[in-house]
């Protein structure tokens, strides 16, 4: 079937929409672009750099490989045929596992929500480390900046949060991932349609 015929064609991402990866790309560019100003500035002012050098680190690893392992390997997009993934969050990596379409483990489930719970907390943890310093040496300007910096980093962390579950969420095709947000009629109607991950899906008890 063609995809221009099908059904389910406005209520999944099922397929590779530039204009969605657009979306999904630069609904994160305020909360990184905060994040990073934020550490800098604390950098900066405290000498403290290392905080900005593991969230570099440790985002790249999540972002890429840790990802993949995770969540992006449970996905239909991931099992297309091609050495690199081609969906909504563009991976910079190319697939380093083999697909597995049966539903993520608890435990992966767990690690995902840890690694977002501190991928969008960190950065706020360090503003508010700044603005103590700023506190203590009595430097009101720098200490209004950097609550003014934390405040506005952790309402691009809502934004982001609210784009996601509002938006994309609802219409992922990774359905066992844990802020998936699909209704279980159409769930069930694509299962249907993708024999591979519906065979998985039973076969992993869902
Ligand atoms: S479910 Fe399959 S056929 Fe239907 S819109 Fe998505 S990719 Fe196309
Ligand atoms: S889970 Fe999201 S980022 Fe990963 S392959 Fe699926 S659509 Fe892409």
Known sequence: MSCEACALRRELICRDLRGERRLFVLSQVPFFLLSFFGMGAVGVATGVWWPIFAYSAAGMAFLGPGEM????????HYARVGPRLRCIGPNPFPKLFSPRLQPMSGLEKGFLLLFIASLLLFPIAVQAYGACFFFAEGWEWGLL??????????????????????????????????????????????????????????????
């Open 69 to 76: 392992a995770l969540l992006c390997r449970h996905c239909p």
């Open 145 to 206: 900046g950097m609550a003014l910096a934390a405040l506005g980093t952790a309402v691009a962390a809502l934004h982001l949060l609210r784009v996601l579950t509002r938006h994309f969420c609802l219409r992922c095709v990774n359905f066992s991932c844990p802020l998936n947000r699909v209704q279980d009629d159409v769930v069930e109607r694509y299962l249907e349609m993708n024999p591979a991950m519906g065979a998985a899906w039973k076969e992993g008890g869902s």
